[in-house]
């Protein structure tokens, strides 16, 4: 086992991707002197779609697919995966990237939006399988457990982030829809044999269209499904724009356009309809002609108008001016560039944006530059009264102080897709009027069935068994660990969770829980239950479904660190393996910007340092290394001296950046095992490195620092060159150095 046993390390995208160049040399130099084999598999967005597209590339360009590679791995018990943060692409971020990737000399064939052609259509639904949240239903083969390490809460109690005064006065609030949205109309149903079920479009006329067939199901899954009408939201968004302007807030959207690629892209599409309604009616043949997509926000139509006279550009740009003046202030996501919360679908994430507008007052920028009171449009109920709840907490008792609040970690249900809504080839826009959409099985029985509307959008999610009854133990034995008292997240009046509740409170009588707390309530009782312990400084674990561990994996992290890139998180795979994810990747593409502006990266590895830990103990128990408990024991105190000593990223030119960290990291890590008296080869071979660096730390961080505040070339945003990239975020001839003397030396 131990020669064939291997830690995988995923490279990824933008800000994490900068990163790992910087930090896979010192990795790589620890890990090789022991026989640890740490390899990587390029999983980002360009490499899925050239890995996709091997017939349009030549034969030196064409690459393996390393996620399906990596999605086998993961069901073995020899996987030990650490899984950075990715790209989900939205369709403005794909295309970017197809882009990019042909102007770099690669053929692939371009996304059609109306396919044309049987070529077409066949590239367009391999892009479609790329796009959005595509690479964690693969590798996610188990359920999430999530927490801040304790010395990471520690660092936070002891150096507490900024959190904004709120006022018991303030108009900021969470809007939802009251009807016609998924929450109202979801129908739900448990399977009660293994078989497989089809979703039918059926009309008038005896009219049956097959929308998806043979989809495998077993006895004990849960199915539901749900439609928005597109009538019911479009009234309820103008009836919000109508009183964000009597209020005098901002407005603002906030959905997941990435993780529920096909739902939210639609629903957006419709809040920007809605909002400029005028102006895509004045302008209509002049926007149809240039193929504007509403679904890709009001920013591509700024982009599209550039191919028009600079008169008419004008024109256009002024009537917009004009409307802005009249509707409500828009929240900004760069007021300085005049980029809105509608300019593009990607660019607001519901899990970053709503905490942190709750940290910031429950205010966001406005136009002026400045934090106003926001309206905060959440269209549908499923979740969000849970952040409704928590601003009247905070308009009631105050901004959360992080020196003393307690923590609220997640063991999160997402195995084998599980709740995966919005997001995946059952959820369908209708074209329509009267139609039914039914869910029947083999034999044609209607499980499910909605009657629909054009533009109306329905979806479909499976839940399967084998991952709730692993997701309940999961909670049990944390829950027995740590001592804490647990809360599964489930609503009674939701029929997906009615049927949810009947398998946990089931599947808890196989444990004895005699002595444990464990609870079973709504998502808003459960929020209230747990900011009460939070600000008395208890600890909370919320057990909750797919979309909530998504939501709350960032809301309280952000609450209590500042950030979410600071938690530990580990995947216990089903079938015994380990998948490690690294923290949240929202912030990644303000770090790029700088960065190749600026020579600064201020991304935050701290999330890969807690993740090889957490890793490296995985190898220790599956190939009984004694060596490698060392390293993993010896690389927690050093990141425990990291964070004591605030190594971390700076965000100004000149001061310490990412790469100065990964120095930091290395010294710490070098000393720590020079000074360990274990295993005494260790400490020989670390002891010549530790002094290497530490007789060298002005220097390698005067040559790390002394290369910021240009622009930097690396060749490419979503495929940067390897060569330039490396050379960029390896700038310390010294550093480099001193790591080959060890990587050039293994213990056999």
């Not at 016609?180 to 979801?186: K, Q, R, V, W």
Request: with cysteine; net charge negative.
């Amino acid at each position: 086992m131990s020669q064939k046993y291997k830690i995988i390390y995923t490279l990824t995208d933008e800000a994490p991707a900068l990163a790992s160049y910087s930090l896979l040399p010192i990795i790589h130099a620890f890990t090789q002197f022991l026989g640890i084999s740490v390899e990587t598999r390029d999983i980002s967005l360009a490499s899925r779609i050239l890995a996709n597209f091997p017939e349009y590339l030549q034969p030196a360009q064409r690459l393996s697919d390393n996620l399906a590679e990596l999605g086998k791995l993961a069901l073995t018990p020899q996987a030990n995966i650490i899984k950075l943060p990715n790209i989900s692409a939205s369709l403005p971020q794909l295309k970017a990237a197809i882009k990019e990737l042909q102007e770099q000399g690669y053929g692939v064939p371009y996304y059609a939006d109306e396919p044309k052609t049987d070529a077409e259509t066949e590239a367009k639904m391999r892009y479609e399988k790329i796009k959005g949240s595509a690479v964690n239903p693969v590798l996610r083969e188990g359920n999430s457990d999530r927490r801040a390490p304790l010395a990471v809460k520690n660092y936070a109690r002891n150096h507490p982030h900024r959190m904004g005064a709120w006022s018991s006065s303030s108009l900021s609030h969470v809007a939802h829809m009251q009807s016609g949205d998924f929450y109202g109309n979801e129908k739900s149903v448990l399977i009660e044999h293994e078989g497989n079920i089809s979703i039918i479009l059926v009309g008038n006329n005896r009219y049956r269209q097959v929308l998806k067939n043979k989809i495998t199901v077993s006895a004990g899954d849960i199915i539901d499904a749900a439609v928005m009408s597109k009538k019911a939201l479009s009234s309820f968004i103008v009836q919000q724009i109508e009183d964000a302007k009597q209020q005098g807030v901002l407005l603002s959207l906030h959905l997941k356009a990435t993780m529920m690629k096909v739902s939210d892209p639609i629903i957006f599409g419709i809040v920007v309809f809605e909002f400029y309604k005028e102006i895509l009616a004045q302008f209509s043949s002049k926007l149809e002609m240039l193929g504007f997509n509403v679904t890709y926000g009001i920013g591509d139509l700024y982009e599209k108008i550039k191919d028009l006279p600079l008169g008419e550009q004008e024109e256009i740009t002024q009537a917009i001016d004009q409307l802005y003046a009249d509707r409500p202030k828009l929240a900004m996501v760069n007021p300085n560039e005049g980029i809105t919360n509608l300019h593009v679908p990607s660019d607001i994430i519901v899990d970053a944006s709503m905490p942190a507008m709750i940290r910031d007052s429950g205010k966001m920028l406005g136009p002026d530059g400045q934090l106003h009171d926001t309206k905060a449009i959440i269209p549908d109920r499923c979740y969000a009264g849970v952040y409704q709840a928590v601003i009247e907490n905070c308009k009631q008792h105050g901004a959360f102080d992080p020196t003393i609040i307690g923590s609220v970690p997640n063991i999160g249900l997402m195995a084998q897709q599980a709740e995966e809504y919005g997001s995946h080839d059952k959820t369908f826009q209708i074209l329509a009027d009267d139609v039914v959409v039914q869910v029947t099985d083999e034999v044609g029985k209607v499980l499910l069935e909605h009657p629909v509307e054009a533009g109306d959008i329905w979806r479909m999610c499976q839940s399967k068994d084998a991952p709730i009854q692993a997701w309940v133990k999961l909670a049990v034995n944390r829950v027995r660990e740590s001592h804490t008292p647990a809360v599964f997240w489930l609503d009674a009046s939701r029929t997906h969770d009615v049927c949810m509740i009947e398998k946990v409170q089931r599947y808890l009588q196989d444990y004895d829980t005699s002595r444990l707390d464990i609870r079973i309530l709504s998502p808003v009782d459960a929020v209230q239950f747990s900011i009460e312990r939070v600000r008395a400084g208890q600890d909370t674990i919320s057990v909750t479904g797919n979309v909530l561990r998504d939501y709350l994996t960032d809301l309280f992290p952000i609450i209590e660190l500042g950030t979410s890139a600071k938690m530990l998180s580990i995947v216990p795979l089903m079938a015994g393996g380990g998948l490690f994810e690294t923290g949240a990747g929202g912030t990644a593409p303000k770090h790029v910007q700088q960065f190749i502006q600026e020579n600064h990266l201020r991304w935050d590895s701290l999330g890969e340092f807690l993740a090889l830990t957490a890793s490296l103990e995985q190898f220790c128990i599956v190939t009984s290394n004694s060596q490698a408990k060392i390293l993993a024991k010896m690389l927690h105190k050093a990141t425990v001296k990291f964070m004591e000593t605030n190594k971390f990223p700076s965000r100004q030119v000149g001061e310490l950046d990412n790469r100065g960290s990964h120095f930091y990291m290395a010294l710490f890590w070098a000393q720590a095992l020079a000074e360990q008296n274990d295993d005494q080869l260790l400490k020989q071979q670390f002891n010549v490195l530790a002094h290497t660096l530490t007789e060298n730390e002005q220097k390698i961080v005067a040559e790390l620092n002394r290369v910021q505040g240009t622009k930097v070339d690396i060749g490419g945003y979503y495929h940067p060159d390897p060569i330039l990239t490396s050379q960029a975020m390896r700038p310390s001839a010294t550093l480099n150095a001193a790591l080959l003397t060890v990587s050039d030396t293994k213990l056999l």
